[in-house]
């Protein structure tokens, strides 16, 4: 079998994890990258579930461990700091993961293990975009924003939830790709203080508005801000300005109470800020003749199913096993990866979107009614529980077997 070229559009975690797998297999692969350097840099993610046997089969698994954040589990707080229950981690190494994965690593960090782990046998592009491509029966001509042209076998669209390759390849009258949740997030780094420890802390405020801090070094702390609003209106934030974005957020927050304040400060000089709207990408296929989507792009989960990171590792792998049994036939491999892959997708896109209005109260008296159930639940431990004896694989989906179909190009 003749080696494919393959053109990857994407270079943060699904695009290289997948460009792991194809190299291995001997294929010229290529990855092209927006940012003008690598861009190792982001909020804490975290890898679950059948992820976590995924990176085992890469034989990454202990430069990730050696990587993660010391993070024991999540403190629920109430306005003036006091703790109104604990859920820890699962690191007993059985059963599924809580609200902190044993995984828990700086995106940063496991950009740069997956660069490390291809950049002698992987192209990267950086500073570079494509700006379009037509298809032909036996190849996709590529056009680079830096005006030069070449031809690819295929071309993997691994470039997030706003995919310009999706776009690309979606019939101008088909449906909106985004299930909408009416939930926007802002993330930035302020210094770390004596209130930052080795437990993530979450706060609700009145006005369905949610804060959360981690913090992942000794001198750097996380702010998350998040809060529901479905208007119009609100949808053009994350399009506008940083210094736009910053001012609203200010605005939105506040009076908010618990560190707010102390955060907010943080936001006029961080240089680590990043906000988005919270959304499921949902679409009836992954594939178009030779460019086939991948991770976010395809089949993004949204953050409240802490799947995301997961959904690339599980993907990339199961589109690179497919590539590699079918190789000679491209149509059947992105079919094989929509059957095999899509049972998976639709049990971690599973999202109760009216549950949203219990889990951000709007107003004082719902808070306190959401925090005296989070006291009960948390004091009988049931989280622990629930994830001690829960299996490690979510919705009992199999990951698939590719090894001997790698070993053997």
Not at 49 to 65: C, H, T
Request: a neutral charge; glycine letters at 8%.
């Amino acid at each position: 079998m003749a080696p494919l070229k393959i053109l990857i559009c994407g270079g943060g975690c699904a695009g290289p994890s997948l460009a792991f797998w194809l190299a291995r297999a001997g294929h010229h692969v290529t990855v092209v990258e927006r940012f003008p350097v690598l861009r190792a840099s982001g909020a804490q993610i975290d890898i679950r579930a059948q992820g976590i046997e995924v990176v085992k089969r890469m034989g990454l698994i202990d430069v990730v461990r050696s990587k993660v954040v010391d993070e024991a589990g999540m403190s629920f707080v109430d306005t003036h700091n006091n703790t109104i229950g604990n859920i820890l981690a699962n690191k007993s190494g059985k059963g599924a993961q809580t609200f902190t994965s044993e995984f828990e690593i700086m995106r940063g960090d496991l950009v740069r293990i997956l660069y490390d782990a291809t950049k002698d046998n992987v192209s990267y592009i950086f500073g570079v975009t494509v700006d379009s491509f037509e298809q032909y029966e036996d190849r996709v001509e590529v056009h680079f924003s830096d005006g030069r042209t070449d031809t690819f076998d295929l071309l993997v669209g691994a470039d997030g939830q706003g995919s310009r390759i999706r776009k690309a390849i979606m019939s101008p009258d088909a449906p909106e790709p985004y299930r909408r949740l009416g939930v926007y997030m802002f993330y930035w780094f302020v210094p770390r203080t004596e209130m930052d420890t080795n437990l993530a802390k979450a706060y609700l405020a009145p006005g369905r508005r949610f804060i959360m801090s981690r913090s992942h070094n000794p001198t750097e702390a996380q702010a998350y801000f998040s809060f529901i609003d479905e208007s119009e209106e609100t949808r053009s934030i994350p399009k506008g300005s940083v210094e736009k974005q910053k001012e609203f957020l200010t605005q939105k927050f506040s009076g908010a109470g618990w560190q707010t304040d102390r955060f907010l400060e943080g936001l006029k000089t961080t240089d680590n800020f990043y906000c988005q709207e919270i959304v499921q990408v949902k679409i009836d296929s992954w594939y178009k003749n030779r460019v086939v989507l991948l991770g976010d792009a395809g089949y993004c989960p949204s953050p409240f199913t802490a799947m995301g990171t997961t959904a690339g590792f599980v993907g990339a792998y199961v589109l690179a096993g497919e590539i590699n049994r079918n190789s000679e036939n491209l149509p059947q491999a992105f079919l094989n990866y929509e059957k095999t892959l899509r049972p998976f997708i639709d049990e971690i896109q599973v999202f109760n979107k009216g549950a949203l209005k219990y889990a951000y109260p709007q107003t004082e008296w719902g808070v306190s009614i959401l925090q005296f159930i989070m006291r009960a639940i948390c004091f009988l431990r049931i989280p622990e529980l629930v994830a001690r004896f829960s299996s490690e694989e979510r919705g009992g989906w199999k990951l698939p077997d590719y090894q001997t179909a790698v070993q053997d190009q």
